[in-house]
């Protein structure tokens, strides 16, 4: 953690490079695991999508409490 805050303080642009690259690799592989766990029941190709999303808003709404 420490060097994710020195490399914001030293180099700003690359740090938003990773932090940008990083998000999309997570996004991308929680899909992945949901379009797993999904793809055996015949649903539509955007019902992982909003799987994914639904919790998303969950933890978001649990954390400002």
């Not at 649903?43 to 994914?52: D, E, F, I, T």
Request: charged share 10%; net charge positive; glycine share 8%.
């Amino acid at each position: 953690m420490n060097y994710l805050r020195q490399l914001q303080a030293e180099r700003p642009g690359l740090f938003l490079v990773v932090m940008l690259v990083g998000f999309f690799v997570a996004f991308q592989l929680i899909l992945f695991v949901a379009q797993l766990i999904l793809g055996p029941l015949g649903l539509p190709g955007w019902a992982p999508l909003l799987l994914v999303l639904v919790v998303l808003v969950v933890v978001a709404r649990r954390q400002q409490r």
